[in-house]
């Protein structure tokens, strides 16, 4: 595999911190291709050997945002099984519903675009329910949950020019962790 072209943005550009707007369809080639070369570059960063390869940090998920677009497109590999992916491509989301059992990942969240380390813990919906569009313009309706929720949340975050640092409490980094489960 080849490793796709995408410069991925550093928490230090202001553009992660701006409000995404809503895609309009149908999907331009360049952003069929950019939505292609980012879950190609999600799974690489997922597999042993390519990781090393190319010297890439493991990635699940990927906002457009991040790669420069202010635009309400994000993208999801999970590895399901070893070396056996499941892809998301998730267009102009709307969350339903969420649950509220509240949870948080032990080992802390990371992104991409933050390359350092972070302590504490940032308070997500064990479940959600969203509607999205594919790249098609097909609408959709997901309900998603635990690390699949967590991982949604983060970036649909993204759209809205919130990064995971933001979410942690400053002056209490592990607030209410004894009422949320940890995941």
Do not use: W
């Not at 939505?35 to 390869?53: A, H």
């Not at 970036?155 to 409490?169: A, W």
């Amino acid at each position: 595999m080849e490793l796709p072209k995408i410069k991925i943005l550093d928490e230090k550009n202001k553009l992660l911190h701006k409000k995404s707007v809503d895609v309009k369809f149908p999907l331009s080639d360049k952003e069929k291709k950019d939505i292609k070369d980012m879950l190609l570059y999600l799974k690489m960063s997922q597999i042993d050997e390519e990781r090393e390869k190319y010297n890439l940090r493991a990635g699940m998920g990927l906002s457009y945002v991040q790669i420069g677009v202010l635009k309400r497109i994000f993208v999801v590999v999970d590895e399901v099984e070893e070396n056996k992916f499941e892809n998301y491509v998730v267009i102009n989301p709307k969350v339903l519903s969420m649950s509220e059992e509240m949870v948080y990942v032990g080992e802390g969240e990371g992104c991409l675009s933050i390359n350092r380390e972070t302590e504490g813990i940032v308070p997500r919906h064990a479940r959600m329910t969203i509607e999205a569009y594919d790249e098609e313009g097909n609408l959709y309706t997901i309900r998603v949950r635990e690390e699949l929720a967590i991982c949604f949340q983060h970036e649909m975050d993204h759209l809205d020019g919130i990064l995971f640092t933001d979410k942690i409490d400053k002056n209490n980094p592990f607030k209410d962790a004894e009422i949320m489960r940890e995941i």
